[in-house]
């Protein structure tokens, strides 16, 4: 099972019913589309896919999916921070952890789809506005970041 430890952070897999109800109300909480599925997704257990709760001294703050392309890119999906825990730099950190957990995996770029409003965030991670996908929601911005 993969996962990233990096002092009081950990990025592990839901590995019990209770994690992955943590992991779904995660997402279900923060993010709009989130609440438009239900509260399991089949591409959460597919091949090249991996579901991770980011866990602060092992108490779960925040959620992501990321899948690996046979392209060598990370599709960065469903970042969410749970709200109590939003605005403390989590965010930042999940980040930092899924670029590590991508590179450590072969990959040479992350790639995701943001909100307009979550355009700042990821501009101060160092993400920026690229055209990576042909087939997308209208209004969402695809961002990208070399993983060197």
Same mark, same amino acid.
């Given at each position: 099972m993969p996962h990233l430890r990096h002092g009081p952070y950990c990025l592990l897999p839901p590995a019990s019913p209770d994690d992955w109800d943590v992991f779904h109300r995660i997402r279900r909480d923060v993010l709009l589309e989130a609440q438009k599925y239900a509260l399991e997704h /089949? %591409?959460?257990? /597919?091949?090249g896919n991996y579901a991770l709760l980011l866990c602060l001294n092992d108490q779960p703050i925040g959620? !992501?999916? !990321?899948d690996i392309t046979a392209t060598g890119e /990370?599709?960065?999906?469903?970042?969410? !921070?749970?709200?109590?825990a939003q605005g403390q730099g989590y965010g930042r950190i999940l980040l930092q952890l899924a670029e590590h957990f991508a590179r450590e995996r072969g990959c040479s770029r992350t790639v995701l789809y943001a909100t307009p409003e979550a355009v700042g965030f990821y501009s101060k991670a160092g993400?920026? %506005? %690229?055209d990576w996908d042909d087939v997308y929601i209208s209004g969402i911005v695809q961002?990208?970041?070399?993983?060197w």
């Open positions: /089949a %591409e959460d257990h /597919a091949p959620s !992501i999916r !990321i /990370a599709g960065l999906r469903l970042v969410a !921070i749970d709200p109590a993400y920026f %506005e %690229e961002m990208t970041k070399p993983l």
